[in-house]
């Protein structure tokens, strides 16, 4: 009889376990990258229709540098036709109805997308390098901080290219317009998203031979993640070889790598 009524308790226990686990992952998934995130889905959301934010306050704020899990981002110079390759990946549910970067709601419905550099309202062609299917999105947000990859996709334009399902995609992006246009006037096509050219001066001599011997130690302390150039002029009647790292996106950028590198010299704008 002990025997029974302990065979019985334990197979209540296991049914109240079942239970209780199955309500904890009873709220639907959604797929991050690659990713399964268990939180409730939040597509049902309806998000009213909104007028584009594309104002110059919203730029000034957007295109500063910013910090992400202890990694410094720096909004970036884009003209028509610049193109990069790398992965993308795609976000939903969990996000649906929030705010996003540029003040927008998110709305999983429509074709945007978030690029940790390019300007608000750049218009893009993505394109699914492995299946050749493509779309154009406009971005309205910061990421995708996971990993190296390029560009978080909305799940419209992910449905787009047939990348849903897989979660991730090798992708081509191409610069195609700014301000949610597609550039189609030669002006439009020639127009350059820009937040200026920045420069550090490093040195600056009378002989060739002094500034080659600095851009070269330079170059070697950067390891090509700035560029290092000569720039020739005239000072006091006299000609001059400036020494300048050049490769900044931003005032800002170039004073913190100035202060992080405890570099002596003067600030360049162009």
């Excluded at 884009?78 to 996000?95: L, R």
Aim: hydrophobic fraction near 40%; aromatic fraction near 12%; charged fraction near 25%.
């Amino acid at each position: 009889m002990l025997l029974h009524i302990d065979n019985l308790i334990k197979l209540v226990f296991t049914f109240l376990i079942t239970i209780l686990f199955t309500g904890c992952f009873s709220s639907s998934s959604y797929n991050y990258g690659n990713f399964n995130v268990f939180k409730k889905d939040r597509s049902s959301i309806k998000v009213p229709e909104q007028k584009m934010k594309n104002s110059e306050a919203m730029h000034r704020a957007t295109m500063r540098p910013y910090q992400i899990f202890g990694k410094w981002y720096y909004p970036t110079v884009a003209k028509v036709g610049d193109v990069q390759t790398g992965i993308s990946s795609w976000y939903g549910p969990n996000f649906h109805a929030k705010p996003t970067s540029n003040g927008e709601i998110y709305n999983m419905y429509n074709a945007t997308a978030a690029h940790k550099t390019l300007p608000m309202n750049t218009m893009l062609k993505v394109e699914n390098l492995e299946n050749g299917k493509s779309t154009i999105v406009r971005v309205n947000d910061r990421g995708p901080f996971v990993g190296t990859r390029i560009i978080d996709l909305s799940n419209k334009a992910a449905r787009d290219i047939d990348m849903v399902a897989k979660g991730t995609a090798k992708v081509k992006i191409t610069v195609i317009g700014f301000h949610g246009k597609i550039a189609k006037t030669k002006a439009e096509k020639e127009e350059v998203a820009s937040v200026g050219k920045y420069y550090l001066q490093v040195g600056a001599f009378s002989k060739y031979a002094g500034a080659k011997i600095t851009q070269h130690k330079f170059k070697i302390m950067l390891n090509d993640e700035y560029d290092v150039i000569i720039k020739k002029g005239i000072f006091n009647n006299k000609e001059i070889n400036r020494v300048w790292i050049s490769g900044f996106r931003s005032e800002e950028e170039v004073k913190d790598f100035k202060e992080k590198n405890s570099l002596p010299g003067m600030i360049i704008a162009e």
